[in-house]
């Protein structure tokens, strides 16, 4: 159980270390590399494979100029909004907060992703700091396409640029949305993000093989062709450093793949916070709600359930208060329901998912960047995203708050002039 505080303690170690040198050693040489702004894009649900299908060329022209990894690792769960808050604060969904994209908590009710007065409201958030407000704090300009906490003020503060999110706007119109903010008159932001959320879609409801994925990575891919465009005739694609990833992968669901929890436990004694691919219940006080538990904890065929404190340890979930007493794990490729919830739904099932293990091949996330800090041509070895923090704090040039990540794991993306 030593995992959670290690990261902790390893940062308030490197902390001292770097306070006592500064004050020890004048002779030390300040970092004198050059800063180049820094753009993060997030393709949600972009599978690795996705690559070899060839339908994007413009990603796969990053790949061949910058560095790239076969695949990062998400962290658990699988899920947007934790791995989203993950990249940006460098710590795991249990030590940031954002523990799932629904949630419940005593002082704060109900979060879901429909619900816009939950994810505008920095209380949610302030388990952590994420690095625009970071990078605000230390005289930087940030603008964000959209990201997972962007509309909330969190520790006071929004980046300098947002706007609330709106499914509705396409690729090409975040992109052009970025390019003008880029190009107001003024101090120019050396943050900026991209969020693009087709290929997520479509592989929900289409499934990952299905056509409607290929259109979507063909959307994206002129999406980010438009970028490169945008960017080089402003003469800044090659002063930029680019970071272009995904939160997770996506699994194909067979229709028929589905576990109904209340014919497995009277789940009406238990307070539900989420179903689909992990289900998670409150308990409540009484024998049915102790017996309800039991039946849920009991071995079943494609579903695991656990109480918080005892998830498998390599999953670093367990310990947030919002974590609820019992997770139950559909294995990959089904999901949990319960009758009275699938009666009540109005859009059909979903042929792709993810929230599975995060180790499971089909959860794998993309990791390319390119740019004059990273080094053409280099693969490095697939880490967890909770790294990419600390690179970004390191190419940015600013102190970073205390995380989970580490930056040996990804510095080999950089040329040996940037590290
Ligand atoms: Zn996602």
């Keep these: ?124 958030w302030d388990g952590a700091e994420p690095i625009w407000v970071t990078a605000q704090k230390q005289g930087l300009r940030t603008a964000t396409m959209f990201w997972p ?60 093989d299905s056509p409607e994925v290929n259109a979507a990575l063909v959307d994206v891919d002129a999406a980010l062709a438009r970028l490169v465009a945008g960017l080089k005739a402003r003469g800044l694609y090659d002063r930029m450093d680019i970071i272009v990833l995904s939160d997770h992968g996506m699994a194909y669901l067979p229709p ?32 049915g709600s102790a017996k ?32 609820p007493a019992i997770i139950c794990m559909a294995q990959t490729g089904w999901t949990i329901v319960s009758h009275a919830g699938l009666a009540k739904r109005t859009s059909p099932m979903s042929l792709g998912e993810h929230g599975y293990d995060n180790q499971d091949p089909t959860m794998r996330a993309l990791f390319v960047a390119r740019g004059p800090s990273f080094q053409p041509g280099a693969t490095i070895a697939p880490f967890p995203n909770v790294d990419v923090y600390p690179l970004m704090i390191h190419l940015l040039g600013i102190h970073g708050e205390s995380n989970d990540g580490h930056f040996d794991e990804v510095k080999d993306a950089l040329r040996p002039a940037a590290r």
């Design 1 to 124: 159980m030593n995992f959670p505080f290690r990261p902790l303690l390893r940062s308030m170690l490197v902390f001292t270390f770097a306070a006592l040198s500064a004050c020890a050693s004048p002779s030390i040489k300040p970092d004198t590399r050059e800063r180049h702004p820094l753009l993060l894009i997030s393709i949600d649900a972009f599978r690795p494979d996705y690559l070899d299908r060839n339908l994007t060329p413009t990603l796969a022209s990053m790949v061949t100029e910058g560095a790239h990894a076969p695949y990062m690792l998400p962290s658990f769960p699988s899920l947007t909004f934790p791995n989203h808050y993950t990249l940006v604060t460098g710590r795991v969904p249990d030590h940031h907060g954002i523990v799932n994209n629904t949630m419940s908590d005593p002082a704060l009710g109900r979060f879901s992703l429909s619900n816009r007065s939950a994810t505008s409201d920095g209380r949610w």
């Design 292 to 323: 309800a538990e039991a039946a849920l904890l009991a071995p079943h065929e494609h579903m695991q359930c656990y109480r918080k404190g005892d998830l498998p340890a390599r999953f670093q979930y367990g310990t947030h208060p919002r974590v």
């Design 149 to 208: 906490g962007t509309e909330a003020s969190i520790r006071g503060m929004r980046p300098d640029h947002w706007i609330a999110y709106d499914g509705d706007i396409t690729s090409n119109g975040r992109v052009d949305q970025l390019l003008a903010w880029i190009d107001e008159p003024g101090k120019k932001p050396m943050f900026d993000t991209l969020y693009f959320d087709t290929v997520d879609h479509a592989g929900h409801e289409h499934g990952p």
């Design 256 to 287: 028929d793949h589905v576990i109904f929890a209340d014919d497995i436990a009277d789940v009406t004694q238990l307070d539900e916070v989420s179903y689909g691919v992990m289900a998670t219940f409150n308990l409540r006080e009484g024998s």
